[in-house]
């Protein structure tokens, strides 16, 4: 649909970084153990980010695996310009209210299994 897909290269204790990459193109090992792209063309800057978590409320609010690069990242690309960010979870992970810091960057959408919903501001 002329729309490029970029995945996260992850380095500790900065924002993650996005390369392109096309379906079938190789991924190696990263730094904490997740496949990424080799990273060996121009980095791109996603206008809509899905984020993984752990739990996430009504709120938008999200607890993720305690590393801070979504929270880093989201703050990053929301400094330079509109991003669209949206949880992917099980509506299992849902609960009343994610504990948060000051740090923590807030999620426009929640996709579960049962539906998307706008979190409520």
Known sequence: MGHHIALPVAEAGK?????RWRPGEPLIPGAFGA???HGGGP???PQVLIVPLVAFDAGGWRLGRGGGFYDRTIAE??????????????SAQRVPQ???EAHDQRLDWIVTEEGAFRAAP
């Open 43 to 45: 980095g791109l800057s």
């Open 98 to 100: 994610v504990p948060r």
């Open 77 to 90: 690309l929301r400094a330079a310009g509109p991003v669209l960010t949206a949880g992917i979870a099980f």
């Open 35 to 37: 496949r990424e792209p």
């Open 15 to 19: 924002p993650l970084r996005f390369h």
